[in-house]
C-alpha cells in the first residue's frame, strides 16, 4: 500500500519568515495530494491541495509543489503569522481510491 | 448547515467493556472514514466505508469494528477495550467514489480506557 513520509516533524520559525514541509510518497499511481491543519484541539480541515497534473498552485501565503518524478511534494507558508502555528498533515491518494493515507505530521510554531 | 457530528465527545471506560462511538454526517457522502489519532503518529485509519453495507478494514483494524446501515451513520464498536485504544477518535467522510475528495472531519472523540 501507499507510504508518506513527512519532515520535520517539528519547525519553529519566527514571525515573517517562511516555512516548508516536505513529504514523500511510494506509490506512483497517486495523483491527488491534500495539506491538512489541525488547530491545537482541533479538527484537521483542508488548506490546499494539488492533482497530479498540476506542478505547482498558490492560495494566497500558501503554496504547495509537487514532483511527480521524485514522488515529493512540499508546502510553503511565506510570512508566516502566530496564528500558523498548528500540525500539518500531507496525504496522498490514487486513482478510484476514496481514503488517504496521511502523514505523520509537522507542528510548526510560528514565534511572535 | 451540513455538518459531521461524533458523540460522545469524551468518554471514560473501563477495560474489556464494550464501547461505541457515533458518526452522523448529513452531507449525504458516500465515504466515511475512522482514524486515530496518537502523538507521533498522525491519523492511523481504522476502518472506511464506500457506501450502505460495505466496509472495509484499515491500517489499524485489530479491536474495532463498523457497520453501515444508513447513509448517514458509521459507528465503530470497540469489542472489548484495551488501555492500547485510549486515543483521540476522528470520524470523516468525503463525496464520490474518485480520489480527488476533501475529507471533511468531526470534531473528534477523546476516549480514555482504564
Known amino acids: 500500500g501507499e507510504n508518506v513520509e513527512q519532515h520535520p516533524s517539528t519547525l519553529s520559525v519566527q514571525e515573517g519568515d517562511s516555512a516548508v514541509i516536505k513529504c514523500t510518497y511510494s506509490?506512483?499511481?497517486?495523483?491527488?495530494f491534500p495539506w491538512y491543519k489541525q488547530e491545537l484541539g482541533k479538527r484537521p480541515q483542508l488548506i490546499i491541495d494539488i492533482r497530479s497534473n498540476v506542478g505547482e498552485k498558490k492560495d494566497q501565503r500558501i503554496a504547495v509543489t509537487l514532483n511527480k518524478t521524485a514522488k515529493h511534494f512540499s508546502l510553503h507558508i511565506t510570512e508566516t503569522q502566530p496564528e500558523d502555528s498548528a500540525v500539518y498533515f500531507c496525504?496522498?491518494?490514487?486513482?478510484?481510491?476514496?481514503?488517504?493515507?496521511f502523514g505523520d505530521g509537522t507542528t510548526l510554531t510560528v514565534k511572535p | 448547515d451540513a455538518e459531521i457530528t461524533q458523540s460522545p465527545r469524551h468518554k471514560i471506560t473501563e477495560t474489556g467493556r464494550q464501547v461505541t462511538l457515533a458518526c452522523h454526517q448529513t452531507w449525504n457522502h458516500n465515504n466515511m472514514f475512522w482514524y486515530r489519532q496518537d502523538l507521533g503518529h498522525g491519523l492511523r485509519l481504522i476502518h472506511y466505508s464506500y457506501g450502505v453495507h460495505d466496509t472495509n478494514k484499515g491500517e489499524v483494524s485489530d479491536g474495532y469494528s463498523v457497520s453501515r446501515s444508513n447513509t448517514e451513520d458509521l459507528p465503530l464498536t470497540l469489542e472489548s477495550a484495551a488501555s492500547s485504544q485510549t486515543s483521540v477518535y476522528f470520524c470523516a467522510s468525503s463525496a464520490g467514489t474518485g480520489s480527488y475528495n476533501e475529507q471533511f472531519f468531526g470534531p473528534g472523540t477523546r476516549l480514555t480506557v482504564l
Open positions: 496525504a496522498a491518494s490514487w486513482p478510484g481510491a476514496g481514503k488517504s493515507t
Open positions: 506509490d506512483s499511481a497517486s495523483n491527488y
